[in-house]
């Protein structure tokens, strides 16, 4: 039970997407009990009214249910809706320390910086961007905090109500088909493929906004690599993600029929509905939030929201015939060249949307208030999907374990149905195995080999395995403890219950205390 004469207040500003905030919650929590902190809601920067969201919600009660936070955790760590009255102005006036921990700090650092801090002030601020700040494997004296992780993670962080009716709604949807549904997240995010260099993956706009982010994570130290690295080289270690063609051909060497219903998650899948296009061809039943709702289903979770001022593309202004002439006198001494053809008419699509900046200028202008209004939507998109492919009867990740150090969708989900459902069928695909298998068949990939489908079948059937299962712990459990909560956070029994522990071939325990 908490304490009830803390240390002190610790308020946190989360920023980053839907898998950052999950896990750094639970990281928050965790550290509140380690300082014996009162922990204030924390402000979740992708759903603040400046990103203008409904007046309706603040920013966690946006994507979470408060109560239930409050109420799930009071027997761990005291939590408050917000600061008291007399200490918000210090607040506001920045008088309190601020800190901005890495995900990758350890215990020690709290309780020699950051405790101190927390004492003499009372309150101290954190800032987290990496999407944690607590590292993932604790020792084992400190089991019973990567027990809490699991009580915030699978038990306290519920969505709000009108999530989650939405979220069952789309599941019995799914269910109302009579058949078993496989979950798809392609993870192909912007952010992760800049990090990897796998720009030239993809096509034309795509690959110049990659490079792009790619430089500016140079200038931001966030990347020690050079500008331009070999994509291909990249696919073939893994660090790439598996593309939706790829997928398709692979659910099809595992016997997936083509009226397979497949779910595809994500709230935004980088290079478009063009990388689509062949899963689409292969698996006609492919659906998504979109398909599932309605256009009025989802504004009413989104909520009331003010207008924007709409942004029209205006098209150029054509040249008048003098202006026309004085360019071409301008144009040098003759013998010239024929003067080029008239330019061909600009479609306002073309213009439009996040990536129009590319064609007029060097520089990604700052996002717009329908952008924010965007980011904002879709943490609520990603929480649609995240209920979906915890709930599906079977779940394949695009790209997972990629080596960022950042917490990523897909690992959530394994991690949520390895706590509920550890027999649930979660494929687990080793990548560059995967590379290798398509490029002895990459001229015949759709009519391959009888030998190459029975290795595609040897591989992700032992991802469903144990050694599937081993290889997941190892891989991704030191960047995200809740990729992997398994054996802290399994049912304990007592010893004289206890029949038999579940290990690897390694000796190490999968299951069991």
């Known amino acids: 039970v908490p304490n009830e004469n803390t240390n002190g207040f610790i308020f946190a500003k989360i920023f ?11 990281d928050l929590v965790t550290i509140s009990r380690l300082l014996n902190a009162t922990l204030v809601i924390p402000e979740i920067q992708e759903s603040t009214r400046s990103k203008q969201i409904s007046y309706k919600f ?31 102005a210090a607040r506001r006036s920045n008088e309190f320390p601020i800190f901005k921990p890495k ?75 009579g058949q078993p549904f496989l979950s798809y997240h392609p993870g192909l995010v912007r952010d992760t493929l800049a990090y990897h260099g796998c720009a030239e993956l993809f096509q034309d706009v795509h690959t110049e906004l990659i490079q792009y982010r790619r430089a500016q994570m140079i200038r931001q130290g966030i990347i020690s690599d050079e500008l331009n690295v070999d994509s291909h080289l990249q696919r073939e270690n893994g660090s790439c993600p598996l593309m939706p063609e790829e997928v398709g051909l692979l659910l099809r060497a595992m016997g997936y029929p083509s ?14 509905q063009r990388l689509l296009i062949p899963l689409r061809a292969m698996f006609a039943n492919l659906v998504d939030r979109t398909s599932l709702c309605s256009k009025t289903e989802l504004s009413d979770l989104v909520g009331p929201e003010t207008p924007l001022p709409s942004d029209i593309f205006q098209l150029p202004r054509p040249k008048s015939e003098s202006e026309i002439k004085e360019e071409w006198n301008r144009a040098g001494p003759r013998p010239r060249p024929l003067p080029p053809p008239p330019e061909r008419r ?35 998109w990603d929480a649609l999907d995240y209920i979906i492919s915890v709930e599906a009867d079977a779940f394949f990740p695009g790209f997972n374990n990629d080596g960022s150090g950042w917490p990523d969708f897909s690992g959530l989900v394994m991690g949520q149905r390895l706590y509920e459902r550890a027999s649930s069928r979660t494929y687990r695909p080793d990548r560059k195995t995967i590379a ?25 059937n032992k991802s ?42 390694d000796g190490r325990v999968l299951y069991g205390d």
């Open 16 to 26: 980053g997407g839907f898998e950052k905030i999950r896990s750094s919650i639970c």
């Open 58 to 88: 603040k920013s966690f009660s946006y994507l979470y249910d408060e109560e239930q936070f409050i109420a799930s955790l009071k027997n761990d760590v005291n939590i408050v809706k917000s600061l008291p009255e007399h200490l918000k």
């Open 103 to 177: 995900n990758s700090a350890s215990p020690n650092f709290y309780i020699k910086e950051i405790l101190p801090n927390l004492k003499k002030a009372k309150v101290v601020g954190l800032i987290i961007t990496e999407g944690g700040c607590l590292q993932s494997i604790l020792p084992p004296s400190m089991s019973e905090f990567q027990r809490l992780r699991c009580r915030v993670a699978f038990h306290a962080l519920q969505f709000r109500s009108e999530i989650q009716t939405l979220g069952r709604q789309m599941v019995e949807r799914l269910r109302a088909w």
């Open 259 to 272: 009226k397979t219903i497949i779910y595809l998650a994500g709230s935004q899948t980088f290079g478009g």
């Open 346 to 380: 600009i479609y306002p699509h073309e213009k439009e949307g996040w990536y129009g900046w590319i064609t007029e200028t060097d520089k990604e202008p700052n996002p717009s208030p329908r952008d924010l209004r965007m980011q904002a939507h879709r943490l609520l």
């Open 436 to 460: 290798a298998l398509f490029d002895i068949t990459r001229g015949n990939m759709y009519h391959p080999k009888h030998d190459w489908t029975f290795s595609v079948k040897e591989h992700l």
């Open 464 to 505: 469903l395995s144990e050694e599937g299962l081993i290889r997941q712990s190892l891989l991704s459990k030191p960047n995200s403890f809740l990729s992997h909560p398994l054996p802290e956070c399994s049912c304990r029994i007592s010893s004289l219950e206890l029949t038999k522990q579940i290990e690897g071939k």
